[in-house]
């Protein structure tokens, strides 16, 4: 009889997390997977908001994204533009119901 490896447990939230990433890879999406207090150069940060290095530094520079200098060297929290991320994408669907009902009052529809 072969020998058998043994059973291994993996904690819920780990299962869950490892479900999200298999289901994403399977539609055909990127997944990167980071540790939440990892720093990204600015280049690495406005790649992936998909924004130009110059509208990130005004993100930063406002205050909207939280990061630290290393010299003249900027890096950027990855928890902080996660943050940033989730928050820009609620005031997006927000404005698009506001617009949505706006069309719908209006009878553009």
């Known amino acids: 009889m072969e020998d058998e490896p043994d059973p291994v447990t993996i904690p819920r939230p780990a299962m869950d997390l490892l479900?999200?990433?298999?289901?994403?890879?399977?539609?055909?999406?990127?997944?990167n997977v980071m540790p939440a207090h990892a720093e990204l150069t600015t280049r690495q940060a406005a790649d992936l908001l998909?924004?130009?290095r110059p509208f990130l530094i005004g993100l930063l520079e406002s205050g909207e994204i939280q990061f630290r200098k290393v010299g003249t060297h900027r890096r950027v929290y990855?928890?902080?533009?996660?943050?940033?991320?989730?928050?820009?994408?609620?005031?997006?669907?927000?404005a698009a119901d506001e617009l949505s009902k706006l069309s719908q009052d209006m009878d553009l529809l």
């Open 78 to 94: 990855v928890e902080s533009l996660l943050d940033y991320q989730r928050r820009d994408g609620a005031q997006r669907l927000d």
């Open 19 to 31: 479900v999200r990433v298999l289901a994403a890879m399977s539609a055909g999406q990127a997944v």
């Open 50 to 52: 998909n924004v130009s």
